[in-house]
């Protein structure tokens, strides 16, 4: 990632509620120290202070400009709930980066920030920022939307979900799109789609043809928390807490990382598991599903079910591949571990340990593995 650029004396900006009869470089509002800036550019960056307040206002962002605040708790960008509280910079000829940081942006039932299509590649770090809804949100509004040739990077995101039970303030995480691309480190995301809704809440919804990816960060939703139908999206230490999907062809690795929940792919999608660790699982009926021409391959990891769970694995009958290295597999309610049906399925187990037989189901021949009475 590059250093933010040096910001020489005259190119600092201050924003204050008070500041309301003094001239430039002092701002009663954010927008309109951004809009006395007409020469930002890579050698001549400016960057913005703000002192602590509420703001409502809707702020659109410049290329080269950066926005600091006084700290998370004490500088809020409060939307005005018609248009989303920030939006990066797409409109502008720029295609150089800008930084967030040290504040909260209150959404206002609106997107909290919005990167929209830009003909240029542009990059928007992000450093301690909170994303929150003060209302609720409309059907499946995303607190982050990600779109067209942008790049988000974000540094100790707070995505908080501060919703009851029976409806979420944000119904997306992130949401990615277009060639947009997502970069997040130690972060944290938290959704809670209404009850019975299985298909919207995710914390990182990845509809992009690029790569994107997450580090030490905990990504928890009360249904699934990823799911991902383009592109690349590669999860390293992180924990996921509800589901983790992949279709249309997305390719989805979840390596060194801890899950509760299960592992869904289909319709040509690809998954790589490696180093989990999660140990048994219950209060589901699979850990890994396959169907339609899907693969997952999973190598150094620990799956299990209980109370009574049926079965670890389950394939469908459409063409699904399913491999495993130095893994193990119980199913500790006495169940199958892999289940799967007779026909248009493949089986390679290498390596593994298994509680539970196999059921409706063979491995290749040249598979090495054996049914156990016990973890091991």
């Known amino acids: 990632m590059p250093d933010q650029p040096s910001i020489t004396a005259p190119n600092r900006k201050y924003v204050s509620p008070s ?23 890579l050698t001549n960056a400016y960057t913005i202070f703000i002192y602590p307040g509420t703001y409502n206002e809707a702020v659109t962002l410049k290329s080269y400009v950066s926005i600091v605040g006084a700290g998370v708790d004490d500088v809020i960008i409060k939307g005005t709930g018609s248009t989303p509280a920030v939006t990066g910079p797409a409109a502008d000829s720029g295609s150089g980066q800008c930084y967030i940081s040290n504040l909260t942006i209150d959404g206002v039932g609106q997107n909290a920030l919005l990167l929209p299509d830009s ?8 450093f301690n920022v909170q994303i929150i809804s003060s209302v609720p949100t409309t059907y499946l509004t995303p607190a982050i939307v990600v779109n067209n040739a942008q790049s988000f990077d ?6 908080i979900d501060t919703g009851n039970p029976n409806y979420s303030l944000y119904q997306e995480g992130i949401l990615v799109n277009g060639t947009g691309n997502l970069r997040m480190w130690q972060s944290d995301v938290t959704i809670t789609p209404p009850d019975g809704d299985f298909d919207h809440g995710f914390c990182i919804h990845h509809l992009s043809s690029a790569y994107s990816e997450a580090y030490n960060s905990f990504l928890s939703s009360k249904r699934s928390s990823i799911q991902a139908e383009n592109g690349f999206l590669n999860l390293y230490n992180c924990q996921t807490v509800g589901g983790v999907r992949a279709k249309g062809y997305a390719n989805l690795k979840h390596v060194n990382s801890f899950h509760d929940g299960r592992f869904i792919t289909w319709d040509h999608a690809s998954m790589w598991v490696t180093g989990m660790k999660w140990g048994e699982e219950s209060g589901i009926d699979v850990f890994f599903e396959l169907y339609n021409s899907s693969r997952i391959i999973v190598a150094n990891s620990k799956a299990g079910v209980t109370n009574g769970v049926p079965n670890v694995v389950y394939l469908d009958s459409n063409t699904v591949i399913f491999k495993a290295f130095n893994s193990e597999f119980n199913n500790l309610g006495g169940g199958s571990s892999i289940v799967g049906p007779s026909t248009n399925y493949y089986v390679y187990l290498y390596y593994c340990v298994l509680r539970g037989a196999l059921s409706n189901i063979s491995a290749s021949g040249d598979s090495n593995y054996k049914v156990s009475s016990s973890s091991e």
């Open 154 to 159: 974000c540094f100790h995101l707070h995505c």
């Open 19 to 41: 500041f309301t009869s003094l001239a430039d470089p002092f701002y009663s509002t954010i927008q309109a120290a951004i809009n006395s800036i007409t020469d930002a550019s």
């Open 119 to 126: 003909n240029n590649s542009k990059t928007l770090f992000v």
